[in-house]
């Protein structure tokens, strides 16, 4: 249950990391595929893997990266087939001893009330499970059976502590912090302390906070190196105009994380008629600490060139009231129009060098005789 007052909007994004949870499609350019959906997913198929094998060496992760109805099944089958395995030892070693005949009462059998395969079983379970109706026990009349008995507890503990371990941490997964962790489904693009900058807005809508949260940002598009080397998915990081000097944050409200578009930044050379005509997507991702269990979340969002809104900024979501600061939701991705020049930010940089140059020189000239 979220912990904020209000109704989702539907001009902010749910982060869900699950690959089967259905959200709203964008529309892309024709042939462009999203490399980061909007929903997080990597949008990456992994084909001709030939080494396999890798994946058994670590199968304890590999349980847990499993859908819940393979897991539900593996755990199920882990215990019927350990069960069927001992029951099936146990009916032979009560086939070898002779406890399935009829002898007198002077006769000791391995394990008492033992008669078929079917009451075989029964006991397997028992012995694996501790329940111990008390109608059958093995006796001390053969070593087999003692050893046997060992055996099929120490072999229930390990397949109870895989299983239970592999549960716990599909419950605990740090994606399921991630589904309260939002980004607004637009981008913007304006002017913001007299520099062009690129702005998002995230916000938490739990009251447990993010302890160390930290943004980080790429832009990935084709790019072809000198030597002619195409590379389809070149990942370039983009700094956040951040107080501190550094990309932490402090999420206890929605925050509108800035991007300066300056020489060193990928979207130096884009003015607002290239970006709709280029080809680049702006990767957000936002990782912490999970104040209430310590697991490192992590949620991440996409920014195609249809989702980056020019000359519009956002409008303000906290007020106070009553003593306190109150956010309001329902204006999370709400936008509006601001004056922006359509130019890329390096015209603007050589409109201001040549309009400081041109001041330099009618101060020089006037201080001539």
């Not at 997913?41 to 080494?51: D, F, K, S, Y």
């Not at 501790?130 to 046997?148: D, L």
């Not at 598009?221 to 080397?229: A, F, L, P, S, V």
Request: some cysteine; proline content about 3%; hydrophobic content about 45%.
């Amino acid at each position: 249950m979220l912990s904020r007052k209000g109704l989702i909007p539907e001009d902010y994004l749910l982060t869900r990391l699950a690959e089967d949870v259905l959200q709203p499609k964008f529309k892309a350019k024709p042939g462009k595929a999203r490399f980061v959906a909007k929903n997080g997913t990597c949008n990456v198929a992994h084909t001709n893997i030939r080494e396999q094998g890798r994946f058994l060496q670590d199968v304890f992760t590999t349980l847990v990266d499993l859908k819940w109805l393979h897991t539900l099944i593996i755990f199920t089958m882990s215990f019927l087939c350990s069960w069927l395995l001992f029951g099936m030892i146990w009916w032979l070693v009560a086939f070898a001893h002779g406890d399935l005949d009829q002898r007198g009462d002077d006769f000791v059998p391995c394990v008492t009330d033992i008669h078929s395969f079917s009451s075989a079983f029964l006991f397997s379970i028992e012995v694996q499970v501790t329940i111990g109706f008390g109608g059958r026990m093995v006796t001390e009349e053969c070593v087999s059976a003692i050893i046997i008995l060992i055996v099929q507890n120490i072999v229930g503990l390990v397949i109870n502590a895989i299983m239970l371990g592999c549960i716990f941490m599909k419950t605990a997964q740090a994606n399921r912090r991630a589904e309260t962790l939002i980004f607004s489904k637009h981008a913007v693009i304006s002017v913001r302390n007299n520099k062009l900058c690129f702005m998002i807005r995230i916000g938490d809508l739990r009251k447990s906070m993010i302890i160390s949260a930290t943004v980080r940002m790429q832009v990935v598009r084709r790019t072809t190196t000198e030597e002619g080397e195409v590379v389809p998915l070149d990942q370039i990081d983009i700094h956040m105009d951040n107080p501190v000097g550094t990309n932490g944050v402090f999420l206890v409200s929605p925050l509108i994380i800035c991007h300066v578009i300056d020489k060193d930044s990928p979207l130096y050379e884009l003015s607002a008629s290239d970006l709709q005509h280029e080809d680049i997507e702006v990767i957000v991702v936002l990782e912490g600490v999970v104040e209430t269990t310590g697991i490192t979340t992590q949620a991440r969002t996409s920014y195609v060139s249809e989702e980056i809104l020019w000359g519009q900024r956002f409008v303000p979501t906290v007020s106070e009231e009553d003593g306190m600061y109150a956010v309001d939701y329902s204006k999370f991705g709400n936008t509006v129009k601001v004056p922006t020049p359509c130019c890329s930010a390096k015209k603007l940089d050589q409109q201001f060098l040549l309009k400081a140059f041109w001041s330099r020189t009618r101060k020089t000239t006037t201080k001539q005789p």
